[in-house]
């Protein structure tokens, strides 16, 4: 009897599916052009080249075939539209939720209703607690924020004499930590190095979870081992919802079981959240308005619920807050979705972006001095806080233009029709077609950025500063974090994160890479992940602000 592996089950999956899509694909995009032809032949070779080697040699061949218009590639989800033109952008803003979803547009890649459940799209009250009471309290919560950036920098690099390495979780990139009493670099090759993910990880769930925004006065903390692997076992387990669409839809929900963990993770997630939202159920059934909730994300969650006329279940919460575990540990919204078929969660966005940074600094020296006096100066009149960090306009530009250049997706602004639409420029399509905007070719188009494929750190730089576009700011010409109402809810949030871990990088250390050149990227479908083999030395420094 032959013993079928899990990963061949997806793989003729995968090519039953595109078989599928192409026999029964939509006709009514037949007027839509094709880079990849309308055979078969060409509709199973693009899919799979798709999947292989990534999607930015087609999408930009297709922008450069059809200039300022649409055109479709083959996925393993049948037909997607690019669309190339400014006016795209500007139409997909303007629309309304009941023309096209985005949500719809994710939950058609990573499968959510068979890993998340299904109330996560059918009510994703969610994403507005991220939009707006997530984003009001990042200044509140700033000191605490960074406090936490410099202990998790202290415990990745510690000031100390010779070699000192701490084994951490991540497995995209090695970035070694020596010292010695020379002050001059050493590095060696070593499986357990640090890793930049490690800090963001530290950073998200001590500044998020520690300091009281999701629950830490009920004994649900950062420091809580089993609690932190779930929120990160989240991050891998509903990326991997993506190979669910594989499958016929019929057997999806029974594929989620086979190649996901997530019913365990929402099972612990769930045993965890069940007294905290007990206990406060009961303490608003006695004490009415006179409850002093605590101010994070649970009661947060819980209020919106109600306002939508949700039941409060710590069933439900778990999905959501796995949701929102997934989006801070592996999204750059802003930094969103790569899987950027829309402003959601991109597999490695936060990491992408912190790790392209850290490169290009390593590679410009002179703009890592501009910058490093730059937060001296600020830091030196504010202090550490909000209003600082708005004043940092180098270290601003610098990450908008690696965004620009190195972000973690091909595409952007991903939307699922609700209904026919009609563009400006009068082309038409049909409900449930997939758009998405061509956002690595665009972003590399010389109309709109000059010289294009040169790293300009200050390339957004203006003598006027209000006039300066920011890096969590889109604009017509720039959507890593999408555009309009839906763009990345959390793109601040990340913004402030990257802007904090890197002002306080150049202040306190010195750091180089091996190689004069930026580190080869690995290309999958729509996803851009950044190199696992490069390797940056630190060395701690004397900065002359406080850090």
Not at 37 to 58: D, P
Not at 259 to 279: G, Y
Not at 389 to 412: I, K, N, V
Not at 436 to 463: C, I, Q, S, T
Request: hydrophobic share 40%; proline share 5%.
């Amino acid at each position: 009897m032959v013993d079928f592996t899990t990963t061949q089950l997806i793989m003729a999956a995968g090519l039953i599916a595109i078989f599928s899509r192409f026999l029964f694909k939509n006709r009514d995009l037949d007027h839509i052009p094709s880079v990849a032809g309308s055979n078969m032949a060409f509709y199973l070779f693009s899919s799979i080249e798709h999947i292989i080697f990534g999607s930015t040699r087609v999408l930009r061949k297709g922008y450069k075939q059809y200039p300022n218009q649409a055109f479709k590639i083959p996925t393993f989800d049948g037909w997607l539209v690019i669309l190339n033109g400014t006016h795209h952008v500007e139409d997909i803003r303007r629309a309304s939720e009941a023309q096209m979803s985005a949500i719809c547009s994710l939950d058609a890649y990573f499968r959510y209703r068979h890993t998340l459940g299904c109330p996560l799209l059918d009510n994703p009250f969610h994403v507005d607690v991220i939009r707006k009471d997530f984003t009001r309290n990042i200044e509140h919560r700033y000191e605490e924020i960074y406090e936490e950036v410099v202990n998790a920098y202290k415990e990745l690099i510690p000031d100390t004499q010779g070699v000192h390495f701490e084994q951490l979780l991540s497995k995209y990139i090695h970035l070694l930590v020596p010292y010695n009493r020379l002050g001059t670099f050493e590095g060696i090759r070593s499986p357990d190095s640090s890793c930049l993910s490690d800090i963001l990880s530290i950073l998200r769930w001590r500044a998020i979870i520690h300091s009281n925004i999701l629950g830490s006065r009920l004994d649900i903390t950062g420091d809580s081992p089993e609690f932190r692997q779930i929120c990160l076992g989240a991050a891998s387990e509903v990326f991997k919802g993506r190979l669910v669409r594989f499958f016929p839809t019929p057997l999806q929900g029974h594929a989620s079981r086979l190649v996901t963990n997530m019913r365990a993770l929402r099972s612990k997630m769930d045993q965890f959240l069940r007294p905290v939202v007990d206990l406060r159920l009961e303490q608003q059934k006695v004490l009415g308005s006179d409850w002093q909730k605590p101010n994070d994300l649970i009661s947060w969650f819980m209020d919106a619920a109600l306002a939508t006329g949700q039941d409060i279940s710590a069933t439900d919460l778990s999905s959501r807050i796995l949701f929102t575990s997934f989006a801070a540990i592996v999204t750059t919204a802003a930094v969103s979705s790569s899987v950027r078929w829309s402003e959601g969660p991109s597999p490695n966005s936060h990491l992408q972006a912190a790790t392209a940074a850290l490169y290009q600094l390593c590679l410009n020296p002179r703009g890592v001095e501009a910058i490093r006096e730059e937060v001296e100066k600020v830091i030196s009149e504010e202090g550490w806080n909000k209003a600082a960090l708005g004043r940092m306009y180098y270290l601003d530009s610098f990450l908008r233009e690696t965004q620009r250049m190195h972000s973690a997706g091909t595409l952007s602004m991903g939307r699922t029709l609700l209904e026919d639409f009609m563009f400006s420029d009068g082309v038409t399509l049909p409900k449930g077609t997939k758009i998405a905007v061509n956002l690595d070719a665009r972003h590399y188009d010389e109309k709109l950025y000059p010289d294009p494929d040169r790293f300009d750190g200050f390339r957004h730089v203006r003598l006027d500063s209000d006039s300066q576009p920011l890096a969590a700011t889109p604009t017509l010409e720039y959507h890593t974090f999408g555009h309009g109402r839906e763009a990345c809810p959390g793109r601040f949030f990340a913004i402030t994160q990257l802007k904090t871990m890197l002002a306080h990088l150049v202040l306190n250390y010195d750091f180089r890479m091996e190689g004069n050149t930026y580190p080869p990227t690995w290309k999958t479908e729509v996803n851009v992940i950044p190199s696992m083999f490069a390797q940056v030395l630190f060395r701690r420094r004397r900065a002359k602000s406080k850090a």
